[in-house]
T-cell receptor
Framework: ELKVEQNPLFLSMQEGKNYTIYCNYSTTSDRLYWYRQDPGKSLESLFVLLSNGAVKQEGRLMASLDTKARLSTLHITAAVHDLSATYFCAVVGSQGAQKLVFGQGTRLTINP | GAVVSQHPSWVICKSGTSVKIECRSLDFQATTMFWYRQFPKQSLMLMATSNEGSKATYEQGVEKDKFLINHASLTLSTLTVTSAHPEDSSFYIC??????????FGAGSRLTVL
């Protein structure tokens, strides 16, 4: 059974600092997604990572994927308050599976 | 970009009544849609996979007779919570699959059962 674990689950940081959220998954996967969720809202797609070594960047966020280690990271550079949200990674199993399994989420609070 | 519309965005109902939530893909056809449930401060849990023209596939522990899913067209899937009880209060989110790698999420429907 595919399991997805994120850490940390809670992260409070100051503006201007860098930090990384980790996402580990238990079985081989075709795809890994990162989403952002603001309180009371649905999910906003950030990245989809499809292959080993994939790296994608958008603004202050950068995501990478190591399929051999079954690990993805979401790196935040020079954090700003607007990035405060809950971040989820989600993984689709291999062999044509459609089911998306989510991590627990990382609640990120960025303080001025 | 692809848009998935979910309606209603919030609903309050009395215990014992049924509530229908609609999920529409507005500018693309979706043969597969997914329904998730999210309790406060928790992650999203997949409830079922909805396939156009066939029966939905439910995840283990999800009562198919309580959570009725209908995917009658390529742009519409509905989730009906039958005989709702307070423990069914949750945030229900649908997503629609477009192509191989793209999943678009609806805005979510917050259900409160009194």
């Amino acid at each position: 059974e595919l399991k997805v674990e994120q850490n940390p689950l809670f992260l409070s940081m100051q503006e201007g600092k860098n930090y990384t959220i980790y996402c580990n998954y238990s079985t081989t996967s075709d795809r890994l997604y990162w989403y952002r969720q603001d309180p009371g809202k649905s999910l906003e797609s950030l990245f989809v990572l499809l292959s080993n070594g994939a790296v994608k960047q958008e603004g202050r966020l950068m995501a990478s994927l190591d399929t051999k280690a079954r690990l993805s990271t979401l790196h935040i550079t020079a954090a700003v308050h607007d990035l405060s949200a809950t971040y989820f990674c989600a993984v689709v199993g291999s062999q044509g599976a459609q089911k998306l399994v989510f991590g627990q989420g990382t609640r990120l609070t960025i303080n001025p | 970009g692809a848009v998935v519309s979910q309606h209603p965005s919030w609903v309050i109902c009395k215990s014992g009544t049924s509530v229908k939530i609609e999920c529409r893909s507005l500018d693309f056809q979706a043969t597969t849609m997914f329904w998730y449930r999210q309790f406060p401060k928790q992650s999203l849990m997949l409830m079922a996979t909805s396939n156009e023209g066939s029966k939905a596939t439910y995840e283990q522990g999800v009562e198919k007779d309580k959570f009725l899913i209908n995917h009658a067209s390529l742009t519409l899937s509905t989730l009906t919570v039958t005989s709702a009880h307070p423990e069914d209060s949750s945030f229900y989110i649908c997503s629609a699959k477009r192509g191989t790698n793209v999943l678009t999420f609806g805005a979510g429907s917050r259900l409160t059962v009194l």
